[in-house]
């Protein structure tokens, strides 16, 4: 399983802890990699692996109110998207990884399910934000 390298917190999100379980993961189990495929397969996986957390850290710190939705709810869901891409192509990336012997399966398979774990939170994260700024709109119209 995954590398728990933290501990939860009531101020983080369960989706960023999930994304920094597979960006630990991603780094422990590439360390070692055939030299051959640092610059190519693992520098790709490390670096979506962080990308994903940072991603997700920025659209986290992103503060939507009523005067400022517009923008900063934009920019959010933005960030959001973006860390849904690189999830799903750190598990393409991953796989053709294992194809060419850079990573082992049971590695593939194990950033796989960890990957798929944090796009169902991140998907939630991203329902829960769209039903908040609705009734935002929706404020805002009766105003």
Known sequence: MGLNTHEATDSTLKVIEYANDLMSYTLKVTQNAPKHYRFTFISRLQNLSMDIVELMLLANDVFVTKANIHKTAEQRIHYQQQALSKLRAIGYFSLEAQKYD???LKHAIQMNKQGANC????QAWMKSDRVKYQNIYHLLQQE
């Open 102 to 104: 850079a990573i082992k």
């Open 119 to 122: 796009i169902k939170f991140l």
